[in-house]
């Protein structure tokens, strides 16, 4: 099943922050976040792993709550670069395949 | 750099043939996996290999199939194409444990 993310979509102006939220209706081993720019492949951004840390990348950053089985996504002073669609990848605890299920997506438009 | 590539970015195809959808790997991944990205609908598993010659299916395999002759290369096969076929297809390698999954650059697939 899906993981669900919210918002479906969010509109910035250049240097507003954002967060998206991904939660899962089952326990959950991993959550990955990938960013994908329109005609482009998803590109990787961060992994939270169940007892880890919070993540960073640039200014973007993640958490992940396992007891609630949710992970957020943090975009501080956003730039026109972050534009794109964002998914969270999910994976359950207990698999050997490294199967991801990914949300629908949520679009994000930083505009000058 | 990790490269995953596919055999062609754009496809046409006619209702009713055999469809053919390459990807090769170049970094000795275990895990390779195949999805269908549709607009509103994320990215949706189709069937995923997790080492040569063995395969799972994901969430949506109905009217495909999947060969893993050898590590590097998993081929998706549309057995008799159809309309609701039409789509963009990616590919995506991972190693084992908690890294990143690498993408392809996708194959959009038109069936007419």
């Known amino acids: 099943q899906q993981p669900v993310q919210s918002p479906q979509a969010v509109i910035l102006r250049e240097g507003e922050d954002a967060v998206i939220n991904c939660s899962s209706s089952?326990?959950?081993?991993?959550v990955h976040w990938y960013r994908q720019k329109h005609g482009e492949a998803p590109v990787f951004l961060m992994i939270l792993l169940k007892g880890g840390e919070q993540m960073r990348h640039e200014k973007i950053s993640a958490s992940f709550n396992e007891k609630k089985q949710q992970s957020s996504l943090y975009l501080t002073a956003s730039q026109l670069s972050y534009s794109g669609t964002y998914f969270c990848?999910?994976?359950?605890?207990?698999?050997?395949?490294?199967?991801?299920?990914f949300g629908k997506g949520t679009l994000l438009t930083v505009n000058p | 750099d990790v490269k995953v590539t596919q055999s062609s970015r754009y496809l046409v195809k006619r209702t009713g043939e055999k469809v053919f959808l390459e990807c090769v790997q170049d970094m000795d991944h275990e895990n390779m996996f195949w999805y269908r990205q549709d607009p509103g609908l994320g990215l949706r598993l189709i069937y995923f290999s997790y080492d040569v010659k063995m395969k799972e299916k994901g969430d949506i395999p109905e009217g495909y199939s999947v060969s893993r002759e050898k590590k590097e290369r998993f081929s998706l096969i549309l057995e008799s194409a159809s309309t609701n076929q039409t789509s963009m297809y990616l590919c995506?390698?991972?190693?084992?444990?908690?890294?990143?999954?690498?993408f392809g650059p996708g194959t959009r697939l038109t069936v007419t």
């Open positions: 990848g999910t994976e359950q605890p207990g698999g050997s395949n490294y199967k991801l299920t």
């Open positions: 089952k326990a959950l081993y991993s």
């Open positions: 995506a390698s991972r190693g084992l444990g908690p890294y990143e999954q690498y």
